[in-house]
């Protein structure tokens, strides 16, 4: 009896730390179930084992700072079906998109000794200002859970749950008191995406916004109230200016503290 086809799952990398796809290998037992369920078609940081395309699903982390990435995620996009960026620099332009705030070539020839053979983009970009991206899957690094809620949709065919609400209702849900409120601790939760089950918090430590803006985030209001707790706005633009620091919400509030 001929055995059913496998979906077909691949991984790709850009210009990233890895820690996304890390957090594929770090789904321990339900990794398993997952390769029980679809073929690892392509995933260089698991397997040298490649198949030959078109993948049914394909997984990318990552942002775009070459010409040649700018090239090759067009061809990925061409032979897959579904297109999952993952990661905070696959959905946002990463850490490396503070380049975006400057003239990336003092940065080049502040760091290396011949910068005439460096060859990059003048920005750091996500993925989905170059090609059409199906869903996107934040946090630095994501969250296990919701990778496996995205896979799972996927194959059976419905649309993918995530949290579109902020960080602070994870806090409420877990009894966590609020830094802010209690301490007085600068704290990017009230504008931040849930995923990350507020970690920081619940380790008496304001939220760094690594899972990027939630739906519709007031950063105007969260700024009045840094300001309350006497942030200045050098320190404003350093705490929109990380790991999401080209998030559309996080530029905007950053840029209009920029002296």
Request: hydrophobic share 40%.
């Amino acid at each position: 009896m001929a055995h059913p086809v496998k979906p077909k799952l691949a991984v790709w990398k850009f210009a990233s730390c890895d820690g996304c796809q890390l957090s594929i290998l770090d789904c321990e037992n339900e990794l398993m179930a997952v390769a029980g369920a679809v073929e690892i078609a392509n995933f260089a940081e698991a397997t040298k084992a490649v198949v030959k395309g078109p993948y049914d699903i394909s997984l990318v982390e990552g942002s775009i700072t070459t010409e040649h990435d700018a090239e090759r995620i067009h061809k990925i996009r061409r032979v897959s079906k579904y297109l999952i960026t993952i990661g905070a620099c696959a959905t946002a332009g990463g850490i490396q998109a503070l380049r975006n705030f400057v003239d990336v070539k003092d940065y080049v020839r502040a760091v290396y000794a011949s910068p005439q053979y460096i060859e990059t983009l003048t920005k750091s970009t996500p993925i989905r200002d170059h090609v059409f991206v199906d869903f996107q899957l934040r946090g630095c690094p994501i969250s296990k859970y919701q990778l496996l809620e995205v896979i799972s949709a996927l194959l059976n065919n419905r649309k993918p749950v995530t949290p579109p609400h902020s960080v602070c209702m994870q806090c409420k849900a877990a009894g966590t008191v609020c830094v802010m409120v209690a301490q007085g601790q600068p704290c990017l939760g009230p504008v931040t995406q849930a995923g990350c089950d507020a970690l920081c918090p619940s380790y008496c430590r304001g939220c760094y916004g690594c899972f990027g803006p939630k739906e519709t985030p007031n950063t105007a209001a969260l700024t009045e109230a840094w300001k309350a707790l006497g942030a200045t706005d050098s320190e404003l633009v350093r705490a929109y200016r990380g790991f999401n620091a080209y998030a559309e919400a996080f530029r905007r509030e950053s840029e209009a503290h920029e002296r």
